[in-house]
Every structure is written in C-alpha cells, then in structure tokens.
C-alpha cells in the first residue's frame, strides 16, 4: 500500500514564506514524476509545480519566480518552497505522485490528504 503524507501548510501573512513536504511510502518500486496541486474553494484542482525523476521542472505561471520544487529521490520526497506569498495563493495544497507499486506492472496517480495554506492580507 502506497501513502502520500503532506505537512507544512498554516498561516503566513502576506509576502511571507511557507515550505511544503510529501513523503512517499509503502511498497513503491519507482517514482516518475512528483508535484504540487492546489485547489480554492469553489475552483477546479490545478497543477502548481511538477518536478520529474530526472529534475526538470513545470511551473503553473502564476507561481513562476516565487515557488520552487525540489526533490529528494533517496527518501521519496518533494518539497515546494512557497516564497513572497499572496493571498490569491490560499488554497488546499496535494501533493501528487505518478509511481509503480511493487504489486503492479503499471504506474499510477497517488495523492495526499491535502494540507491548508492560508495566506492574510
């Protein structure tokens, strides 16, 4: 069984700074790409950055210049670095991982529980 566990979101006031981290674990035999999607009350989920096994990186562009994904392949990790934060920003934030189990031939879409950033103005 695979699990996603997301932590790092809270309260910032406006032009602070948050940090986002998802552990991967459980019988995970590869990981291809791993991300961020946030999602507003009342608007659709939607990809904020992604970052791929091999370290290229995809950028919502409303998040381009602030954010920053980062990835620790040895301990299954991804992390968003949410700098100069808005309040636009305030959202749900799940973590996203596109992985091969140890019981399966197939990759598939796993997600976290979601965590709450709220951003004040």
């Known amino acids: 069984q695979v699990q996603l566990v997301e932590s790092g979101g809270g309260l910032v006031q406006a032009g602070g700074s948050l940090r986002l981290s998802c552990v991967a674990s459980?019988?995970?035999?590869?990981?291809?790409?791993m991300g961020w999607y946030r999602q507003a009350p009342g608007t659709r989920r939607e990809l904020v950055a992604r970052i791929t096994s091999g370290g290229s990186t995809k950028y919502a562009d409303s998040v381009k210049g602030r954010f920053t994904i980062s990835r620790d392949n040895a301990k299954n990790t991804v992390y968003l670095q949410m700098n100069s934060l808005k309040p636009e920003d305030t959202a749900v934030y799940f973590c996203?991982?596109?992985?091969?189990?140890?019981?399966?031939?197939?990759?598939?879409?796993?997600w976290g529980q979601g965590t709450q950033v709220t951003v004040s103005s």
């Open positions: 996203n991982a596109l992985l091969r189990s140890s019981a399966s031939y197939l990759s598939n879409d796993y």
């Open positions: 459980g019988s995970i035999f590869s990981i291809n790409h």
